[in-house]
């Protein structure tokens, strides 16, 4: 893969990624009204975040191409893949079990099979991001906010989650996702910069 096709990858990863927050963040805030902001969401949420999920492993691979490539970046998007696999087929069994507006997660019904599986595939992907945002930090292949971002999308939903509820931690959630989307488009991949450089005008 050639530095122009890589800058084209990368440009339409930060695309994909910005396209899938803002669309999960206008489904969340589309289906606030009925339902308490602090409530522990619905199937239905789960599923929309799973196919949400498509562009931000997009979004994901396109940061891998920033130029962290080295060997915890690589474990950190196979571990993000995994996850956001594992939330997805959750998802899909907890919609065809007990329907769309089923609260898996709330405490006063037994906890079904499916929300462990959905719960754990959200933190395994959030792990692998944490871990890509660690690689690229530590490798000092992009400025350092542009390599934070990353670290917080890990971190942040679950502190959030425990403070505010799980919607309003979405919606925080996915706003770091628009601003990774946009660190991504706005850097070049490594080694673009001094190909440019050197090509006479």
């Not at 803002?22 to 805030?29: K, Q, R, T």
């Not at 890509?132 to 989650?161: H, T």
Request: net charge neutral; charged share 10%; hydrophobic share 55%.
């Amino acid at each position: 893969m050639n530095a122009l096709n890589s800058r084209e990858w990368i440009r339409r990863g930060g695309l994909l990624s910005i396209a899938a927050a803002v669309l999960f963040a206008i489904y969340l805030l589309v289906t606030l009204s009925g339902r308490p902001a602090s409530g522990d969401g619905i199937n239905g949420d789960g599923l929309i975040l799973g196919l949400c999920r498509v562009g931000f492993i997009a979004g994901l691979f396109a940061f891998l191409l920033l130029g962290a490539r080295g060997r915890l970046s690589r474990i950190g998007f196979g571990i993000a893949l995994v996850g956001a696999g594992l939330h997805l087929i959750a998802a899909l069994s907890g919609v065809a079990a007990d329907g769309w507006t089923y609260e898996a997660f709330a405490e006063e019904v037994d906890t079904p099979w499916y929300a462990f599986l959905n719960g754990a595939g959200h933190g395994i992907s959030l792990l692998g991001t944490l871990l890509m945002g660690l690689a690229a930090l530590g490798e000092r292949v992009l400025p350092p906010w542009k390599a934070v971002v990353p670290i917080l999308i890990g971190l942040s939903f679950f502190i959030l989650a425990s403070v505010i509820g799980f919607i309003m931690a979405f919606l925080i959630w996915s706003l770091l996702w628009v601003v990774l989307g946009l660190a991504i488009i706005t850097e070049q991949p490594r080694g673009v910069q001094q190909t440019e450089a050197t090509v006479p005008h």
